[in-house]
């Protein structure tokens, strides 16, 4: 299904479009359209991501007399997955899920069960059109669209994420633990500064200190990306991402790179340098960003949460930077397609090391 305006959808009662990077300027302005949008709703946010590999984004757009909702997702060809390889036909089944980071349908009006079946019956009907067998959704924490979506899709609550409220700087000050404040005064008395930009030479430092901070943490490959992602990020969220970074005698020991839109800032990438770890360059980073972003009126800074969702050592770093923190990471889980859905996972049953019961969504990649 294609309509080709956004006047064309509000002729009709219930309508769904989907449009591609092609159409990036009606892309973005569906999206600016929605009060709390966020630079993961973007189409310059999910280039990167595509590049990556991550699958094909696609914006859905929903209308009807009530409501407007969005969904931004990256389109996965199965057959390109190496257990299916030979074993499916290409470009018949696909699924989706959320590109890197958060988002989940954001919808805006009057929200009823009515309103709410009706976009599920219309989103549904246009996956399957579309070869869609399921979705996995990494729900926006800040937004907290999950509460909305509980009869759309399988919602699975995991664990907490740190928000940085920016009320005011003395607001995020006596948020932190007392701990995270001495860290803090220690990394000023060491002498770290803290700077930022986006010049080229800044992502070439970043590329080196945070492939050899994945090296150390025994990163999966995924986590390591290729120059032209991060080329992406330069050029084409330009107004979007910033690099902050810790110099300490001349050299950069600690790096971050920031992501913000329409009153939201998130930590999105960052590296260090272990052997300087004792003088706490990231916690001045991450509080200087906190300022730099509550001076330019910026609501919250999202700092995510631990690995898997867990209260590892990362949750508990980033945990320091606010104690009252209360947002939540959520799942949603969605089958399109029951049928296809077991096909896939009876193609893979008979594998060594397969089980089918896994955990892991959708269970036919597990």
Request: net charge negative; proline share 2%.
């Amino acid at each position: 299904m294609s309509i080709s305006t956004i006047s064309e959808v509000q002729k009709a009662k219930y309508n769904l479009l989907i449009i591609g990077l092609d159409e990036q300027e009606k892309w973005d302005q569906i999206v600016k359209g929605f009060n709390n949008y966020d630079v993961y709703y973007l189409s310059d946010y999910v280039k990167a991501f595509k590049i990556h590999g991550d699958g094909n984004p696609m914006l859905f757009y929903y209308e009807d007399e009530n409501i407007k909702a969005i969904n931004v997702v990256m389109k996965r060809d199965i057959s390109v997955d190496s257990r299916f390889a030979g074993r499916i036909p290409s470009k018949t089944y696909y699924d989706i899920t959320t590109p890197y980071g958060y988002g989940g349908f954001l919808i805006e009006g009057k929200v009823t069960e009515d309103s709410l079946k009706n976009l599920d019956d219309k989103y549904s009907s246009i996956c399957k059109k579309e070869g869609i067998i399921s979705e996995f959704v990494r729900f926006h924490p800040v937004l907290n669209n999950a509460e909305d979506l509980k009869g759309i899709y399988d919602v699975t609550t995991l664990g907490d994420t740190i928000t940085v409220d920016l009320n005011s700087l003395d607001h995020i000050w006596n948020n932190f633990t007392s701990k995270n404040r001495n860290m803090i005064r220690k990394a000023m008395k060491s002498g770290v500064e803290i700077f930022w930009g986006r010049k080229p030479n800044l992502f070439d430092e970043f590329i080196g200190l945070y492939n050899a901070t994945m090296d150390k943490d025994n990163a999966l490959d995924y986590y390591y990306f290729n120059r032209d992602f991060y080329n992406s990020i330069l050029n084409d969220l330009k107004y979007n991402s910033l690099m902050f970074y810790a110099m300490y005698e001349e050299k950069i020991i600690a790096m971050s790179m920031i992501l913000y839109s329409n009153e939201q800032v998130h930590y999105h990438l960052s590296a260090s340098d272990r052997e300087y770890q004792h003088l706490a360059p990231s916690n001045l980073l991450l509080y200087e960003v906190a300022c730099w972003a509550c001076e330019n009126d910026y609501k919250s800074f999202h700092l995510g949460g631990g690995l898997g969702s867990k209260e590892d050592s990362l949750y508990k770093f980033k945990k320091v930077f606010n104690k009252n923190s209360a947002t939540k990471f959520s799942i949603g889980r969605k089958i399109v397609d029951e049928k296809k859905y077991r096909e896939l996972i009876e193609i893979r049953d008979n594998e060594v090391g397969y089980n089918k019961n896994t955990q892991f969504f959708p269970s036919y990649r597990g």
